[in-house]
């Protein structure tokens, strides 16, 4: 009944999972009643059933680890469906596997999957229930209710997931162009500083300079003519500084994009050195951290994203690597192939491949 992409063992704890629990503990509290001969293989049928439950839901969804899990407790349940029949609760494990199917596969094959179940639930009560297609409507009800429930709430957090890219993205642009309004009105205020001030002083201290040149000039216009100098050079250094300070934050862009999303965490390692002084540049940057964001919450459903950006001799250097596992090959799709144009319209480079442990690690390098 796992819906949520949880960390591991955490899983188990999610609100749908311990109803799961409660539910095969009620099944398993029923299981003494019956012939006595029969226990053992009643209890071992439960023990499978609850021990493929827990594995599974440590697995990320639709591993096909998960779905050979899903058809044990299905075997397992059915074969305790015909041992405990006369009970009539044991059909409740079908109710948990319903839900778990409906989290693992589309809903056009869930309903086909959970279709399959009844027929095999129909098969092994036939011959030793009298009423064997009513307990099946029954529990087909309370299947499709789990279903539907676990099938919108996963539908659910997938939007929620989606909006939280969305949101990230706007964050991560608010601020980058926050910062760029910031840097434009710093190059403004410099070239006004230069423009205006700085040629009128020069133009006083020129006058000055003439005055104190006359034999009958006061000894005050020397030191007019001194200060003057003074203040031209504090707003010349003043101008260096407010040019020389238009680099972008973009350590708080990226922790913008990444604070909305419930995973995967941002650890970023950025040496104080790094400079970025354009925009087109920070947002090459941006978006490569975005997609490597999208990339280890959907495919590699990971928990942590490591990135680490530096310069080194002329080159901006962008390392990102997460704690999940890619499934199948590693292929570029649309977002990966997004990131290479982008990092190649900046005259960079790109390099993928997959780490010891099986995540996707990107490398990439911008003129600095």
């Not at 029969?38 to 779905?67: D, E, I, M, S, Y």
């Not at 079908?94 to 589309?106: D, G, H, K, N, S």
């Not at 680490?308 to 199948?328: A, F, I, P, S």
Request: hydrophobic letters at 50%; charged letters at 20%; glycine letters at 6%.
């Amino acid at each position: 009944m796992e819906i949520g992409p949880l960390p591991r063992w955490r899983g188990l704890l999610h609100p749908l999972n311990l109803a799961g629990l409660l539910t095969w503990l009620a099944v398993a509290f029923t299981l003494r009643y019956g012939e006595a001969a029969q226990l053992p293989w009643r209890w071992g049928c439960a023990a499978v059933f609850l021990a493929a439950f827990l594995v599974a839901t440590a697995l990320p969804h639709r591993t096909w680890q998960r779905k050979v899990l899903l058809l044990v407790e299905a075997v397992s349940a059915l074969a305790l469906i015909r041992l405990a029949h006369y009970s009539g609760v044991a059909p409740a494990l079908l109710v948990m596997l319903a839900a778990q199917i409906a989290a693992t596969w589309p809903l056009r094959i869930t309903l086909l999957l959970i279709a399959a179940v009844n027929v095999g639930m129909y098969l092994v009560l036939r011959d030793v229930h009298a009423h064997a297609g009513a307990v099946v409507l029954i529990f087909a009800g309370f299947q499709a209710f789990a279903m539907l429930t676990t099938h919108y709430a996963h539908s659910a957090e997938q939007a929620r997931d989606r909006l939280a890219l969305v949101n990230a993205d706007l964050l991560a642009t608010r601020a980058l162009l926050a910062e760029s309004s910031r840097d434009a009105e710093r190059l403004r205020l410099s070239r006004e500083l230069h423009d205006v001030a700085g040629h009128k002083l020069t133009a006083l201290r020129l006058q000055l300079r003439a005055l104190a040149g006359r034999s009958d000039a006061p000894a005050e216009l020397a030191l007019c003519e001194q200060l003057s100098a003074e203040l031209l050079g504090d707003i010349r250094a003043v101008v260096h500084s407010l040019r020389d300070g238009g680099q972008l934050d973009i350590a708080t862009a990226l922790h913008a994009l990444a604070a909305p999303l419930p995973r995967p965490r941002l650890h970023l390692a950025m040496d104080e050195a790094v400079q970025v002084s354009t925009t087109a540049k920070a947002e090459t940057l941006l978006r490569c951290v975005q997609e490597a964001l999208t990339n280890s919450a959907r495919h590699g459903e990971a928990q942590v994203l490591q990135v680490t950006l530096h310069q080194h001799e002329g080159r901006l250097l962008l390392d990102m690597h997460d704690d999940g596992r890619l499934r199948g090959q590693l292929r570029e799709g649309n977002g990966l192939t997004g990131m290479r144009e982008r990092v190649a319209e900046q005259h960079g480079t790109l390099e993928l491949q997959r780490t010891a442990t099986g995540a996707l690690h990107i490398h990439v390098e911008l003129p600095a």
